[in-house]
T-cell receptor, first 110, second 113 residues
Framework: DVKVTQSSRYLVKRTGEKVFLECVQD?????MFWYRQDPGLGLRLIYF???????EKGDIPEGYSVSREKKERFSLILESASTNQTSMYLC?????????FGAGTRLSVL | QKEVEQNSGPLSVPEGAIASLNCTYS??????FFWYRQYSGKSPELIMS????GDKEDGRFTAQLNKASQYVSLLIRDSQPSDSATYLC?????????????FGKGTKLTVNP
């Protein structure tokens, strides 16, 4: 079974803090993705990566950056957290266009 | 703009009935279509994929694809309360060197005992 592990299920941070969300997959997938999911807005793609050290902007990259130093790990960085970044964050890896999701991190920025 | 549209619901059906979930998409060059199920507070999980016109059956689930009408649907036969979830339609678009999986906003299904 594909396993995508996100480092935290729940996270509470303060406005202005730098926040790191970590994601690790164990299936040697090339492609990895970060989404946020908000009620009424569905899944929105933040960034994705199709190889080590490669990254591409998704639909809502503003306020976020990513890092992919190793194939299995894809990190999402909030440089200076703001209250409008309170959301559920979902990481996924994919093979043959099928995406496998981690359990999600519910981030609250106070 | 590539779009995937779903009725947001909620869709409510009695236990044992057929639930019909629909999805339309805006681009003709799509080749891969997926249905994900997401329970409240959980992450999406793949339940069906379909790549060619027609029907694909897997247990109580049937996916139907009509590329000419740009329409994909999911039928759930003998609906159970455990099927209550949000169902996400996803379409893989590939055009002009750009590839992207686009999700609909989901349809919330409630199966009443």
């Amino acid at each position: 079974d594909v396993k995508v592990t996100q480092s935290s299920r729940y996270l509470v941070k303060r406005t202005g803090e730098k926040v790191f969300l970590e994601c690790v997959q164990d299936m040697d997938h090339e492609n990895m993705f970060w989404y946020r999911q908000d009620p009424g807005l569905g899944l929105r793609l933040i960034y994705f990566s199709y190889d080590v050290k490669m990254k591409e902007k998704g639909d809502i990259p503003e306020g976020y950056s990513v890092s992919r130093e190793k194939k299995e790990r894809f990190s999402l960085i909030l440089e200076s957290a703001s209250t409008n970044q309170t959301s559920m964050y979902l990481c996924a890896s994919s093979f043959l266009n099928i995406q496998y999701f981690g359990a999600g991190t519910r981030l609250s920025v106070l | 703009q590539k779009e995937v549209e779903q009725n947001s619901g909620p869709l409510s059906v009695p236990e044992g009935a057929i639930a019909s979930l629909n999805c339309t998409y805006s681009d003709r060059v799509s080749q891969s279509f997926f249905w994900y199920r997401q329970y409240s507070g959980k992450s999406p999980e793949l339940i069906m994929s379909i790549y060619s016109n027609g029907d694909k059956e897997d247990g109580r689930f049937t996916a139907q694809l009509n590329k000419a009408s740009q329409y994909v649907s999911l039928l759930i036969r003998d609906s159970q309360p455990s099927d209550s979830a949000t169902y996400l339609c996803a379409v893989f678009f590939s055009q002009g060197g750009s590839e992207k999986l686009v999700f609909g906003k989901g349809t919330k299904l409630t199966v009443n005992p």
